[in-house]
């Protein structure tokens, strides 16, 4: 059974949410327990406050650091894993809430004001998860939101095990669109092929309309299926790729070992397929080819490989490994690698290949 404490200053926020429908079940079948804690019980102020002004002026309170650590440490136990709520954290995917599933006690932390002391942050909490890239009045949403994405993965909780299993994000793309009686809505029919009950066609039929559906609205998702998928070839997830309006570059280089080795560690290119003298890697908006062979030095200083990377935090994170020192042991030499301001970085591969990588602002 999964334990859960949620800390907060509204405990009764949460009982039209956690008395109803399959979370209310998952409790009464003994597969999570879920416990409140009112943070004001742990204060000692007449008034019941526990927020106070920031320091270093600005809007809003924040909460204050006595009762929100004593109300952590009374709730925490020896193998408890403490969360924050915040929007500063890391995002919540399908995949963080199957791995919370097995933890034994979760102390999930709401946050309300401006936030929670970052010294209570910096001491008791383990982690910081966020729901998304907006900002709520309270962390109590986002404690509901955790706790409901978490409880689908606990035995029993779904009545059919498989459940979900074949939701979105399980296999790496969204789910196929879902159909019941009657046949004929509004003059429109459910699709033939699931009416017939052949097994494999339906789940063929599944397979492509899930796939389409990835495609047109989550394309990061789209991509990151085709590269990694067994299901199609090199050749075949290089054109659905440039289909999907995403630059292939290929690049012939001395050593694949060597060079995956400088892709993977300096820039964090995934690995999509290998071959014996053939890679293909992804990076964002970046399909990269790699195949060894000879470099024909005849054909001069190789051009300029320019690249937008379309979205800010990859950026940084590749920046973030650009700089470290370790890039150094890959014979980079400061000159090599400049970080010519916050949204451009240069650099050489092993084999001399030059790299403009920009930042694309939204
Ligand atoms: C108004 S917010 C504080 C926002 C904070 N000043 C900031 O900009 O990062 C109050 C509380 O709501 C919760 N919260 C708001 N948005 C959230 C999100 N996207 N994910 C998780 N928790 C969130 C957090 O617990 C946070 O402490």
């Known amino acids: 059974?999964?334990?859960?404490?949620?800390?907060?200053?509204?405990?009764?926020?949460?009982?039209?949410?956690?008395?109803?429908?399959?979370?209310?079940?998952?409790?009464?079948?003994?597969?999570?327990?879920?416990?409140?804690?009112?943070?004001?019980?742990?204060?000692?102020?007449?008034?019941?406050?526990?927020?106070?002004?920031?320091?270093?002026?600005?809007?809003?309170?924040?909460?204050?650091?006595?009762?929100?650590?004593k109300a952590v440490q009374s709730a925490r136990r020896v193998r408890s894993k403490v969360i924050y709520m915040s929007p500063?954290?890391?995002?919540?995917?399908?995949?963080?809430?199957?791995?919370?599933?097995?933890?034994?006690?979760?102390?999930?932390?709401?946050?309300?004001?401006?936030?929670?002391?970052?010294?209570?942050?910096?001491?008791?909490?383990?982690?910081?998860?966020?729901?998304?890239?907006?900002?709520?009045?309270n962390g109590c949403l986002p404690a509901l939101v955790l706790i409901d994405a978490v409880a689908r993965f606990l035995p029993g909780v779904l009545g059919h095990e498989a459940a979900a299993e074949e939701d979105s994000f399980e296999s790496g793309i969204l789910d196929c669109p879902h159909y019941t009686r009657?046949?004929?809505?509004?003059?429109?029919?459910?699709?033939?092929?699931?009416?017939?009950?052949?097994?494999?066609?339906?789940?063929?039929?599944?397979?492509?309309?899930?796939?389409?559906?990835?495609?047109?609205?989550?394309?990061?998702?789209?991509?990151?299926?085709?590269?990694?998928?067994?299901?199609?070839?090199?050749?075949?997830?290089?054109?659905?790729?440039?289909?999907?309006?995403?630059?292939?570059?290929?690049?012939?280089?001395?050593?694949?070992?060597?060079?995956?080795s400088f892709y993977k560690r300096v820039l964090g290119l995934r690995v999509g397929r290998k071959e014996e003298r053939y890679a293909l890697l992804s990076?964002?908006?970046?399909?990269?080819?790699?195949?060894?062979?000879?470099l024909r030095r005849s054909d001069g200083p190789h051009p300029v490989l320019e690249v937008e990377v379309e979205n800010s935090t990859e950026f940084d994170r590749i920046a973030h490994r650009a700089t470290r020192a370790e890039v150094i042991h890959y014979g980079l030499r400061e000159e090599q690698l400049q970080l010519l301001d916050t949204l451009t970085i240069e650099l050489r591969d092993p084999d001399g290949y030059h790299w403009c990588l920009k930042c694309r602002q939204s």
């Open 1 to 69: 059974m999964l334990e859960i404490a949620i800390l907060s200053l509204f405990p009764e926020y949460f009982r039209g949410p956690l008395e109803t429908s399959i979370l209310k079940r998952a409790q009464e079948k003994g597969a999570v327990a879920i416990q409140q804690v009112d943070i004001r019980d742990f204060t000692d102020d007449k008034h019941r406050r526990v927020d106070d002004r920031p320091y270093g002026g600005g809007p809003g309170m924040v909460m204050m650091p006595e009762p929100v650590t």
């Open 88 to 137: 500063q954290g890391r995002p919540l995917t399908a995949e963080k809430a199957r791995s919370l599933a097995q933890e034994e006690h979760l102390v999930l932390l709401s946050g309300h004001y401006e936030g929670i002391d970052q010294r209570v942050i910096d001491r008791e909490v383990d982690e910081e998860i966020s729901i998304g890239d907006y900002v709520l009045t």
């Open 182 to 260: 009657p046949v004929s809505f509004m003059g429109q029919e459910v699709p033939k092929v699931l009416q017939e009950g052949n097994h494999q066609k339906i789940a063929q039929w599944r397979y492509a309309a899930a796939l389409a559906k990835t495609e047109q609205t989550r394309p990061d998702l789209y991509r990151r299926h085709l590269l990694s998928g067994e299901r199609c070839s090199g050749q075949q997830k290089e054109s659905a790729l440039s289909r999907c309006g995403l630059a292939t570059i290929r690049l012939t280089v001395a050593s694949l070992k060597e060079s995956l």
């Open 283 to 294: 990076l964002g908006s970046i399909n990269l080819v790699l195949m060894e062979g000879k």
